[in-house]
């Protein structure tokens, strides 16, 4: 009697469970329309404008950028005039290359190396102009960045760290 009263017991309870599980399933209804737009509120108050913060302390270089667009380069040596390049930044200064494809979204760092051969360099560099050596011919956009200072012969430019250092002199 004991096993018969158990079994209708759990019977019931999982055919109860059956029944609820069944009943909450149901079509749901639909969304009702959106309501109106309510009124823009005020716009608030401007705030304090802060104070002037101190200038900061001169650094120990002159830097300029000069670009030449669509500059069409052929095999062998391409001289770029150059009257930013003075004598004072071919004494004391350094001089930058790099080039990109018109339309690129990169500047590539002269020279470019393919494969282990030296396709574009800088070749030398003179007061007034700067001479490329090219083993192609093809329109790029090139920008050189001319940096006048101190003297930089001390400077390792091989270490970031080092050349990070004198420029925040």
């Given at each position: 009697?004991?096993?018969?009263?158990?079994?209708?017991?759990?019977?019931?309870?999982?055919?109860?469970?059956?029944?609820?599980?069944?009943?909450?399933?149901?079509?749901?209804?639909?969304?009702?329309?959106?309501?109106?737009?309510?009124?823009?509120?005020?716009?608030?108050?401007?705030?304090?404008?802060?104070?002037?913060?101190?200038?900061?302390?001169?650094?120990?270089?002159?830097?300029?950028?000069?670009?030449?667009?669509?500059?069409?380069?052929?095999?062998?040596?391409?001289?770029?005039?150059?009257?930013?390049?003075?004598?004072?930044?071919?004494?004391?200064?350094?001089?930058?290359?790099?080039?990109?494809?018109?339309?690129?979204?990169?500047w590539e760092t002269?020279?470019?190396?393919?494969?282990?051969?030296?396709?574009?360099?800088?070749?030398?560099?003179?007061?007034?102009?700067?001479?490329?050596?090219?083993?192609?011919?093809?329109?790029?956009?090139?920008?050189?960045?001319?940096?006048?200072?101190?003297?930089?012969?001390?400077?390792?430019?091989?270490?970031?760290?080092?050349?990070?250092?004198?420029?925040?002199?």
């Amino acid at each position: 009697m004991k096993t018969t009263l158990k079994f209708l017991t759990y019977f019931t309870m999982a055919f109860a469970l059956i029944i609820t599980s069944i009943s909450c399933e149901g079509e749901d209804g639909m969304d009702g329309a959106d309501g109106v737009q309510g009124v823009a509120g005020a716009d608030g108050a401007d705030g304090q404008n802060g104070a002037d913060g101190t200038d900061g302390e001169d650094g120990n270089a002159n830097v300029i950028s000069i670009s030449f667009d669509a500059y069409a380069i052929s095999t062998g040596q391409n001289e770029f005039e150059v009257p930013e390049l003075t004598q004072e930044i071919y004494d004391n200064g350094f001089v930058y290359g790099y080039t990109t494809v018109n339309g690129n979204a990169f500047w590539e760092t002269l020279p470019i190396v393919i494969g282990g051969e030296t396709r574009l360099d800088i070749d030398r560099i003179e007061v007034g102009k700067i001479i490329l050596t090219s083993l192609f011919d093809q329109t790029l956009d090139f920008r050189f960045v001319l940096v006048a200072g101190n003297d930089v012969n001390a400077v390792d430019f091989s270490n970031y760290y080092e050349v990070e250092s004198f420029l925040k002199k």
